[in-house]
């Protein structure tokens, strides 16, 4: 067996391990086709992170398309109880400079069904464990929507004002936040809080008490209220690689509508790792639930890898 | 070690004497070499001299852990990074200048010549206004002269160059400025020595 296990690339032996790791939590490996039908990702647009997708005519003249997501596919395939699946799987979407298709290797882990925090803590306390997998030198930074969200709500009802506000919090540039500000009349402890929310990073205890502070509303009170049991129930668990949290992280307003997360590797320029809370997708779909996961981005951890075996991390 | 990408050229001589003053010295940078790369690693900094439209790039990607761009190069670049500080230097606009006398028709689609095509696109959008953009690579002003457009988009400073020229700017949309930005995945590792350098430079703004 250690023979079999030599000849394995560091990427190999990750996905080894990640397999294991959620089967021992009682997951069961998901297979899906490659195929979808188009209009399914046409009715569910804003939740694609990348709304460009490859198309062909099957041979049945039904118009397909080469898998964009995996999420999606879960969930409209969800026909009700608990949950737990995980996956490896490829998707198709552009490359970065959205000059050209790109296929992406994903391992991801969905949980749905009626979520209790005990179940979030446990998606949550997987993902971490996942990235102290695949580097000892890793982080999950988490965070909530309702957070920045409640701050907003609480603002102004302006959706576009809103969002723009959201696009500099996220960039962390206070002064921007400032600035929009006081140019749409938003002043004192309200265009305060708007500021910090941009700079609010660290462990959980050492953002708790300036995070109490600048809560504008019941939205924002209650994220931070469950961040804090989460933060409580994730610390128990052991293996994890390093948690922080940033309450800047907000995501997608139309996807992620609860707990949010995402992971990073020392050295490596972008996240390989991004989950969280996408009750509005199930429901949507005519789905009363919750659910929640993460995906892994594979082809993102081979500038940490290297070209072949020689440069095994032996974390994995 | 913080890893700065700064712009070659007269903005980044500015902003190194901005970083010097703030206690990022490098002393060679001041040498007339043709050098790169430059490190002093008592000061815990690895400066990266970058064509200033290139700056997003090396700094979205990793190469450098920070540096400092102009406004309009992380909006058309659409770099997804952390814009950490307006250090208010190399201050002008982005505007859309045209032939004086110049009167929009809006049953035509407009022709708009740029190097911006990104900014001038979604400035367009947002407007609804239908336009065919032509991109270019330089002296953007002779384009509404011989024909080629109807209007620019285009960074106004002085205002002299368009003046020159015989054009008017008709619209002004974007204030411009050097910005420090960083590495999403740098900032999370080394929060600390970013919002460090963050604050001197504040400092010594003041």
């Not at chain 1, 990348?50 to 997501?69: C, E, H, N, Q």
């Amino acid at each position: 067996m250690e023979d079999l296990i030599s000849v394995l690339k560091p990427s190999e032996r990750l996905k080894l391990k990640l397999r294991c790791l959620y089967e021992k939590q009682g997951y069961r490996k998901y297979e899906m086709s490659r195929f979808e039908e188009y209009a399914f990702y046409l009715e569910n647009r804003n939740f694609l992170i990348d709304k460009s997708v490859i198309t062909f005519t099957d041979l049945d003249g039904r118009l397909l398309a080469l898998k964009p997501d995996v999420t999606l596919s879960i969930a409209k395939n969800y026909r009700g109880g608990e949950q737990r699946v995980y996956y490896t799987e490829n998707v198709y979407r552009p490359d970065r400079a959205g000059r050209s298709f790109k296929e992406i290797e994903q391992m991801g882990l969905e949980r749905v069904g009626s979520l209790s925090p005990d179940d979030e803590s446990e998606v949550v306390s997987l993902a971490a464990q996942s990235m102290r997998l695949v580097s000892g030198d890793s982080m999950l930074e988490v965070s909530h929507c309702g957070f920045v969200g409640g701050l907003l709500a609480a603002v102004t009802d302006d959706a576009r004002l809103k969002a723009e506000l959201a696009a500099l919090i996220s960039e962390k540039n206070g002064q921007g936040v400032a600035r929009l500000a006081a140019e749409n009349g938003i002043a004192g402890k309200q265009a305060d809080a708007l500021e910090e929310a941009a700079a609010l990073s660290g462990s959980f205890a050492e953002i708790k008490e300036r995070a109490g502070s600048i809560c504008l509303s019941d939205e924002a009170e209650r994220a931070l209220t469950e961040l804090e049991a989460l933060d409580s129930a994730v610390s128990k668990t052991s293996g994890l690689c390093d948690v922080r949290y940033d309450l800047s992280l907000h995501g997608a307003e139309d996807y992620y509508n609860g707990v949010i997360f995402c992971g990073y590797v020392r050295g490596l320029p972008f996240r390989v790792l991004s989950g969280g809370r996408y009750d509005a997708l199930l429901c949507k779909l005519g789905k009363n639930c919750g659910a929640l996961g993460f995906a892994l981005y594979l082809d993102e951890l081979q500038l940490l890898y290297g070209d072949d075996a020689a440069g095994r991390d032996e974390t994995c | 070690m913080l890893t700065v990408a700064l712009p070659k050229g007269r903005l980044g001589d500015k902003v190194y004497a901005r970083l010097e003053a703030a206690g990022y010295i490098c002393r060679d940078m001041t040498d007339e070499s043709r050098k790169l790369v430059f490190e002093n690693e008592a000061a815990g900094v690895r400066y990266l001299l970058v064509k200033p439209t290139d700056v997003c790039v090396y700094v979205e990607r990793g190469a450098a852990d920070v540096g400092i761009a102009g406004k309009d190069v992380i909006c058309e670049t659409e770099a997804k990074v952390y814009e950490l500080l307006d250090l208010g230097i190399g201050k002008c606009r982005m505007a859309v200048a045209a032939k004086r006398g110049f009167t929009d028709n809006p049953g035509r689609t407009l022709r708009v010549a740029t190097k911006f095509v990104n900014i001038a696109n979604k400035h367009y959008s947002d407007l609804g206004r239908n336009i065919d953009i032509i991109p270019l690579h330089g002296s953007i002003e002779l384009a509404p002269i011989v024909g080629l457009s109807d209007v620019i988009v285009d960074i106004v400073e002085s205002g002299s160059t368009l003046r020159e020229n015989d054009l008017v700017v008709i619209e002004e949309f974007m204030q411009i400025s050097a910005r420090f930005i960083a590495n999403v995945s740098s900032y999370k590792f080394k929060e600390a020595e970013i919002t460090g350098m963050v604050s001197a430079l504040k400092e010594v703004e003041k």
